[in-house]
């Protein structure tokens, strides 16, 4: 009947939607009217169906459901009135709301990362949708969603503190508009904050940190003068997960049962009668066999989660836990993007942590594109895992049946948004074409100029360093920074006759002065393909309109920014302690000076981000903490100047500046003004270079 005929969606189309409905449909309502408005011009109607066409919201009939959760089908009808009539026809209120998205994202063209790519919305009169039955297709994951982890750039990017509605609409919105239903909303929060109730009030499912179970408040926190140890204090213990079980049944809870130690550690780290996997394994199995019981007899068929995270993980492989049947087991990759075990300090085991393919319960993952380890992880920059390695991680996910639950740490948002679209389009359809998908991404947030940028995404994996002999061990922003930071503290502590047991993770045994070559031939081959992606980018960067200039700077040309100039940065810096360990201090003051103006780069990158709403954004840049660097080399620059330039910081400006001529026979109250740290270096600098003292990279 109607084939080939349009539904004319206009400002004076009338919303309809059904006569009670939940907070949850309120939020997804009040979406779609914004963006109505912004497309239209003008906010639309609501229950008044006098005049104009209907946009009708319903809760399907039982013989018309589609039968499953979240599902929603669109159709159209003349009603009694004969008025023109689109009805979205939902199964519950995430039908209501993704049919919603559906409609924004496909007609009113709203992007999913409209607000965090600054994407612009166009105007339109109105929108032609084709008037044939569509039925929502069900998702490849059944659970989905984020875990707003190490969420540092959110907590600090406005004043208040913990984060308002403010922050966290817009995180909730677009993992709905992902087609996300689940989220951890932050990391140890107070419990005050606003994050976990509007997270239920949109409609989503929660569920917590592995080092948080069921949700419940930290031990030491609650009993700050008690010992954390259940074998001591159980009652203590279950005290606060029933209190976390009362408070939260009622709402949409995924329960995470889990036992580690407190501040995200192994238990045993702090009870050494712990001193075998037998008896570790075995405590773990009874606690979560516990927590499963206090939520059984408080809440309706539960939906319960363990992470088997870490040292859990390998625990769990050996046959030493046992997990309560009908949990979802779910597996994590080592916060590198390889579904093994995580680095544990200097111990690497990369057990497989793939879901168990012969394994008939429920199954799922906890996956990064983002991490903080203070080591070699990526923070502030977008995960320089090859896509194609991180597409078919995940297909292995899929292949060995963990489709119940995807947890992804999502980190801030802002900086992840390629791997975070992908990852949508993976726990919607399953296997995708990680090329197709990403010409998809580019032309959506850089339209004209997309061909321009495609090979750069690809090339900037392929230029990040190596920290290590896998696939998978790639360095982040903080491998320049972390390390860099250790060795300085090693450095000015005298303590350099010793190795740094803090390094070993990727320089294993080896002498302190063989470590620091070690990471000098590290930086040094990374150096040249960095340098070289940075100069690639800057030339594009010329061609591109003004719009997507911004656009790309803040989506890519940061962390392009951060890996180079870091990377100099840090390999600077360690080859003014080669020098300075030969006694050639002025020298060495120079190449630190150079590393000091390098990471302040990496700053000024950041603060050019912050432009409009994002003002301040990178305040709180607690973790990678580029300033920390900034003010640790700076130490070392004046630390060097006070060997043979002290006490009257002069002697090196007469040494290697001040004319033959002059030098014997100035007036010190008309010549000795002491010279700044930058402005005697740049004079160093010019000298050095000339007669090959130094050589800069």
């Excluded at 492989?317 to 300090?345: H, L, T």
């Excluded at 920059?381 to 947890?407: F, S, Y």
């Excluded at 005298?494 to 930086?523: P, V």
């Excluded at 580029?626 to 640790?632: E, F, K, L």
Aim: glycine share 6%; hydrophobic share 35%; with cysteine.
């Amino acid at each position: 009947m109607w084939k080939g005929q349009f539904f004319r969606l206009t400002e004076h189309t009338v919303i309809d939607p059904p006569r009670e409905y939940s907070k949850a449909v309120q939020h997804g309502l009040d979406i779609f009217c914004r963006d109505m408005t912004i497309v239209f011009g003008k906010e639309p109607k609501i229950h008044d169906t006098s005049s104009g066409s209907i946009l009708r919201l319903t809760y399907a009939a039982k013989e018309e459901s589609l039968g499953r959760p979240e599902s929603y089908q669109i159709k159209f009808y003349e009603d009694v009135d004969q008025q023109l009539v689109m009805e979205i026809s939902c199964e519950d209120d995430l039908g209501i709301i993704y049919g919603l998205l559906y409609l924004s994202e496909t007609y009113l063209g709203i992007d999913p990362f409209w607000y965090w790519a600054d994407l612009p919305i166009r105007k339109h009169n109105y929108v032609d949708i084709p008037m044939e039955h569509y039925s929502s297709p069900e998702s490849m994951v059944k659970y989905r969603g984020w875990f707003v982890n190490d969420e540092v750039c959110l907590i600090g990017w406005k004043e208040e503190y913990p984060p308002t509605k403010e922050v966290w609409q817009p995180v909730f919105e677009t993992l709905l508009r992902c087609g996300g239903n689940m989220v951890i909303p932050g990391t140890d929060l107070p419990k005050t904050g606003i994050h976990q109730e509007l997270a239920v009030e949109m409609g989503l499912w929660v569920t917590h940190h592995h080092a948080e179970p069921l949700g419940a408040e930290m031990f030491l926190r609650a009993y700050p003068n008690e010992t954390a140890s259940y074998k001591e204090n159980a009652p203590l213990f279950e005290k606060l997960w029933i209190d976390a079980i009362n408070k939260q049944k009622n709402d949409k809870i995924i329960w995470t049962l889990s036992f580690r130690g407190q501040g995200d550690t192994p238990f045993w780290s702090t009870d050494p009668s712990f001193d075998t996997p037998q008896k570790r394994g075995e405590l773990i199995s009874e606690v979560v066999h516990r927590q499963f019981e206090l939520i059984k007899e408080r809440v309706n068929n539960p939906v319960c989660c363990m992470a088997l995270y870490g040292e859990i993980s390998e625990l769990y492989k050996g046959g030493y836990i046992n997990v309560p049947e009908d949990v979802i087991k779910v597996w994590a990759d080592n916060g590198y993007g390889k579904m093994v075990s995580r680095r544990q300090e200097n111990e690497n085991l990369r057990i497989s942590s793939l879901p168990m393919d012969n394994d008939t319960s429920p199954q799922g993952i906890y996956y990064h594109v983002t991490f903080h380890d203070l080591q070699a992880s990526n923070h502030l920059t977008m995960t320089p895992l090859p896509i194609g390695i991180l597409t078919n991680e995940l297909e292995n996910v899929l292949e060995t049946g963990g489709k119940d639950l995807w947890l992804i740490n999502s980190g801030n948002i802002r900086q992840h948004l390629y791997p975070l679209d992908l990852i949508k389009d993976m726990w919607k359809k399953g296997k995708i074409n990680s090329s197709d998908h990403r010409r998809e991404f580019l032309k959506r947030t850089y339209a004209s100029d997309s061909k321009k940028l495609s090979l750069l995404y690809e090339k900037y994996s392929e230029a990040t360093l190596y920290f290590g002999n896998h696939e998978d061990e790639k360095a982040g922003e903080q491998f320049y920074h972390h390390p860099a930071r250790r060795i300085i503290s090693h450095w000015l502590s005298g303590e350099t006759d010793t190795a740094m047991k803090s390094l070993k993770w990727a320089t294993g045994e080896m002498s302190f002065e063989e470590q620091i070559t070690w990471f000098k031939d590290r930086l040094t081959v990374g150096l040249t393909d960095l340098q070289s992606l940075r100069e690639q980018a800057n030339e594009i960067m010329d061609t591109l309109s003004e719009e997507n200039k911004q656009r790309f700077h803040d989506q890519l040309m940061v962390s392009i920014i951060l890996h180079e100039s870091g990377c100099r940065g840090f390999l600077l810096l360690l080859k003014g302690y080669v020098h300075s360990c030969s006694g050639k201090y002025p020298e060495a003051f120079v190449y630190v000076t150079e590393a000091h103006r390098a990471y302040k780069e990496s700053l000024l990158a950041l603060h050019q981000s912050e432009h409009g709403k994002w003002r301040d954004f990178y305040r709180a840049d607690w973790l990678t903490n580029i300033a920390s660097t900034i003010d640790n080399v700076n130490t070392v620059r004046k630390f060097l100047r006070m060997h043979g330039d002290s006490p009257d910081f002069f002697q090196w400006y007469k040494a290697f500046i001040m004319p033959e001529t002059e030098k014997h026979i100035y007036l010190e109250n008309t010549h000795r003004r002491v010279r700044s740290d930058d402005e005697l270096s740049d004079l160093l600098k010019e000298e050095f270079l000339k007669d090959g003292r130094i050589k800069l990279c």
